[in-house]
């Protein structure tokens, strides 16, 4: 039987004496390691962040637009042709299933003034349901209300980005901006959401959806919107919703059996899970590219206990003649590599996570550092050194103890 202690004790003790060697051993298992967890958490710092960015944009939506216009052949781009009404909306919502909220919009670009300051945006007509559906919050002040939709009231709601390029520190509730040439009353602020890709989602201003229909943006017919925005009960009723809102639409607008629809349906939980999906296959791909460098580690640590067995013949010729047997000889190489790769495997994790935190904060990215990657990284690294160090072991416990002696 193995002793396993005082072989430990002999691989530990020949690894302390080739300091420099061992340290050189492990440097590619260290690499290898630090990579692997700086780009899992790398990975799962974006998926977190896109997952966020979604979630923001609001979650289960589905958005209808109108048709697009042709002039002399030329497609003028969805929204261009006016087809959606605020009547579609709510045979919508009296009719389709797994419906939460649904919020017909009409929206344009509009310069913006206050005092001698001016801003180009955009401007939404909106009702209540449309805060809800997106994941709009107040910051100060208040909502619209259905009197304030009723009535047309000139009020409206702005976000930080107008809030800071119109009015700087000045507490702009209460005050009156003009959008085009009609003053609007300040009612509210909205809760800052950040930049999602090239879009700011507080670079906007919203007011009651008949305001803008009768006052600022004009009507080609009454009730007209550009897009409905729908938000279904869950993730799964989103496709069974549209389906029917499909169905509700076609039948409302009269088209035929064959014909095209005259609006279009875009389902964010679609987009989400495709951005999800390719994030995911973006980390996975990151890992697998850093995983390479543990091989690379795993060949420098066989390439390395391979010149050690030549180096030390004479010393295991000593062992096996004083009574070591080739599995004695065996564990000791194995019991190297091993040792080597798991003290390489645990200064690459505590590598890996530090760079990995100072890129965070460098690059002001999310980085995500969880407890199964580190493990995963750790024991790979254990497998990489009994894998690649098998073979040195297995070589060196073929010697003949008489030619190991007599080698020079």
């Known amino acids: 039987m193995i002793d396993f202690k005082s072989t430990l004790k002999i691989a530990l003790k020949s690894l302390e004496v080739n300091k420099m060697r061992s340290a050189l051993t492990s440097l590619g298992i260290i690499i290898g390691v630090a990579a692997v967890i700086i780009m899992l958490a790398i990975g799962s710092g974006a998926n977190k962040q896109v997952q966020e960015n979604m979630e923001s944009m609001g979650s289960n939506l589905l958005t209808i637009r109108s048709a697009t216009a042709k002039t002399g052949g030329v497609s003028m781009g969805i929204g261009t042709k006016p087809t959606l009404s605020t009547k579609d909306a709510e045979a919508i919502k009296k009719t389709a299933r797994g419906i939460d909220a649904v919020a017909p919009v009409l929206s344009s670009s509009k310069q ?32 619209f209300t259905f009197d304030d939709d009723r009535n047309a009231a000139k009020v409206a709601l702005i976000g930080s980005t107008i809030e800071a390029e119109l009015f700087g520190d000045v507490n702009s509730i209460g005050k009156t901006i003009r959008i085009g040439n009609v003053p ?5 602020t909205l809760k800052s959401k950040g930049q999602q890709g090239p879009m700011d989602q507080d670079d906007l201003i919203f007011i009651p959806l008949t305001t803008a229909q009768r ?20 993730l799964e009723d989103t496709q069974l919703a549209e389906k029917d809102i499909e169905e509700i639409l076609r039948k409302r607008h009269n088209l035929g059996k064959f014909q095209e629809n005259d609006f279009q349906i875009r389902n ?44 030390r013949t004479k010393e295991i010729g000593i062992r096996m003649a004083i009574g070591a047997r080739a599995k004695d000889i065996r564990m000791q190489f194995l019991i190297e590599a091993l040792v080597l790769s798991l003290i390489g495997g645990m200064i690459g994790v505590v590598s890996g996570i ?9 690059f002001s990215t999310s980085v995500v550092i969880s407890f199964a990657p580190i493990l995963l990284s750790f024991g790979f690294s254990g497998l990489v050194g009994i894998g690649f160090g098998y073979y040195p072991a297995y ?4 010697l003949n103890p008489i030619d190991a002696l007599r080698y020079e």
């Not at 609007?184 to 509210?188: A, H, P, W």
């Not at 530090?354 to 460098?362: D, E, P, Q, T």
């Open 112 to 143: 913006v003034m206050y005092g001698n300051q001016n801003w180009s945006t955009t401007v939404y007509g909106v009702t209540t349901p449309y805060l809800y559906a997106k994941n709009y919050e107040i910051n100060l002040g208040r909502p």
């Open 184 to 188: 609007f009353r300040v009612i509210g």
């Open 215 to 234: 006052k600022v943006f004009g009507t080609d017919f009454p009730g007209m919107v550009n897009q409905i925005i729908v938000k279904a009960t869950s």
């Open 268 to 311: 964010s939980a679609e987009f989400q899970e495709r951005m999800k999906s390719t994030v995911q296959t973006f980390a996975i791909l990151l890992a697998s590219i850093a995983s390479v460098s543990l091989v690379v580690g795993g060949i420098g640590i066989m390439n390395i206990m391979l010149v050690s067995v030549t180096e």
């Open 354 to 362: 530090v760079i990995a935190l100072l890129i965070g904060v460098v």
């Open 395 to 398: 070589k060196a416990s073929l």
